[in-house]
Nanobody, 115 residues
Framework: QVQVVESGGGLVQAGGSLRLSCATS????????MGWYRQAPGKQRVLVAR???????TYPDSVKGRFTISRDNANNTVYLQMSSLKPEDTAVYYC?????????WGQGTQVTVSS
């Protein structure tokens, strides 16, 4: 059974940085794509960053230039380096891993940015 576990969230002041990690286990295949989503209270879950096994990345304008996603294909692990954090980045961040039209999700990690 595939498991996805996020870590690295926490409380940071505006302008600060955090690095999120996502480890997976239980798979004998390489995920086609891995990514990060976030969900703020009362809002929908939205894409923050995505990276394919070939290294192609996608970011929404809201985080472009501030967030960087990277992955370790050998270990099916993905990271999210977040810089210049803003209070509006406050949310629960979820890791997502895609394979064969199926998505695997972690439980999420809270990121809180204080002003």
């Amino acid at each position: 059974q595939v498991q996805v576990v996020e870590s690295g969230g926490g409380l940071v002041q505006a302008g600060g940085s955090l690095r999120l990690s996502c480890a997976t286990s239980g798979s004998n295949f390489r995920f086609n794509a891995m990514g990060w989503y976030r969900q703020a209270p009362g809002k929908q879950r939205v894409l923050v960053a995505r990276i394919t096994s070939g290294g192609t990345t996608t970011y929404p304008d809201s985080v472009k230039g501030r967030f960087t996603i990277s992955r370790d294909n050998a270990n099916n692990t993905v990271y999210l380096q977040m810089s210049s954090l803003k209070p509006e980045d406050t949310a629960v961040y979820y890791c997502n891993a895609e394979f064969s039209q199926r998505a695997y999700w972690g439980q999420g990690t809270q990121v809180t940015v204080s002003s």
